[in-house]
């Protein structure tokens, strides 16, 4: 059993659309990031949110943290093709600080 | 900085050889992390550092796997005897613990035939 949730899994859109994913789990966590992997290479982090509700804004990428710390959302605003790649969240509990647990990725492809 | 260092970044073995997987974090981070990715478990954690001794190893999937980091600048990851099932990409990430942001490495692709 996976605790965290991803979805969609596969993603394939247009140049220019928008889109959003998302991140889910039953358990609340004390702060939650995003990661984006691309082929032969290892995950790069994008973002932290810590707070509950927290919005944060990078670029055309918006990250949002559930009010109640159990979930995320990611939306990309007029994808490109440079954000094809395999989007990872990873949620940190309080009581284990540095393991971070991470969901299984939603694998998004922008066609020019 | 040229980030984190593994080798070798592909390796393929037959069944039962031992094979040792190699990082070095980047200079100054003081914890650092082995992980483990494959299509069906997606990326787990086998077993993290804190300035060199092992902090927790649940993630390790059974006594072939060991890891040692003698020193902050060099860390192991050995399988022995290794299976195909251990057929994995095997990545190594550095933190430093104020900052709280992981750096991984490329990874190491890993084939047991």
């Known amino acids: 059993t996976q605790l965290l949730e991803q979805s969609p899994q596969f993603l394939s859109i247009q140049e220019g659309e928008n889109l959003t994913v998302y991140c889910n789990s039953s358990?609340?966590?004390?702060?939650l990031q995003w990661y984006r992997q691309e082929p032969g290479e290892g995950p790069v982090l994008l973002v932290t949110v810590v707070t509950g509700g927290e919005v944060k804004k990078l670029k055309r990428l918006t990250f949002q943290f559930g009010d109640a710390r159990k979930d995320s959302s990611l939306h990309i605003t007029a994808a490109q093709p440079g954000d094809t790649g395999l989007y990872l969240c990873?949620?940190?509990?309080?009581?284990?600080?540095?393991?971070?647990?991470f969901g299984p990725g939603t694998s998004l492809s922008v066609i020019p | 900085d040229a980030g984190v260092i593994q080798s070798p970044r592909h390796e393929v073995t037959e069944m039962g050889q031992e094979v040792t997987l190699r990082c070095k974090p980047i200079?100054?981070?003081?914890?650092l992390f082995w992980y483990r990715q494959t299509m069906m478990r997606g990326l787990e954690l086998l077993i993290y550092f804190n300035n060199n001794v092992p902090i927790d190893d649940s993630g390790m999937p059974e006594d072939r796997f060991s890891a040692k980091m003698p020193n902050a600048s060099f860390s192991t990851l050995k399988i022995q005897p290794s299976e195909p099932r251990d057929s994995a990409v095997y990545f190594c990430?550095?933190?430093?613990?104020?900052?709280?942001?992981?750096?991984f490495g490329a990874g190491t692709r890993l084939s047991v035939l």
């Open positions: 990873a949620g940190a509990k309080e009581t284990s600080y540095d393991k971070v647990i």
């Open positions: 200079s100054g981070h003081n914890s």
């Open positions: 358990s609340v966590f004390s702060s």
């Open positions: 990430a550095s933190r430093n613990r104020a900052t709280g942001i992981q750096y």
